[in-house]
């Protein structure tokens, strides 16, 4: 299986910017599917954003289209999750995710532990 460890989540101001970084170990990270999912307090989770093995396909949810951007580093098995122009209905756990196959709006196969990311208004 793989281990998931996400970064940098904290306190910015409505209009700022995060990056999130995912590292991932215990086989190679190439081999999965990778994304991004959140939950915010008193929902349930939701999907944010997803990106195949090679980085060829993206996807993001649409009430982050044109502000979220997923990448991956296979050389440094990394997946980033930036977001910029926040809004405090980002505010949420941000979980990282992988799957061997794809990973999909209801499914992912391994999980990270979370990072919170709060935005003031």
């Known amino acids: 299986q793989v281990q998931l460890v996400e970064s940098g989540g904290g306190l910015v101001q409505d209009g700022g910017s995060l990056r999130l970084s995912c590292a991932a170990s215990g086989r190679t990270f190439s081999y999965y599917a990778m994304g991004w999912f959140r939950q915010a307090p008193g929902k349930e989770r939701e999907f944010v954003a997803a990106?195949?093995?090679?980085?060829?396909?993206?996807s993001l949810t649409d009430s982050v289209k044109g502000r979220f951007t997923i990448s991956r580093d296979n050389a440094k098995n990394t997946v980033y999750l930036q977001m910029n122009r926040l809004k405090p209905e980002d505010t949420a756990v941000y979980y990282c995710?992988?799957?061997?196959?794809?990973?999909?709006?209801?499914?992912?196969?391994?999980w990270g532990q979370g990072t919170q990311v709060t935005v003031s208004s």
């Open positions: 990106i195949s093995r090679n980085g060829y396909t993206t």
């Open positions: 995710a992988a799957d061997r196959v794809v990973v999909t709006r209801s499914q992912a196969e391994y």
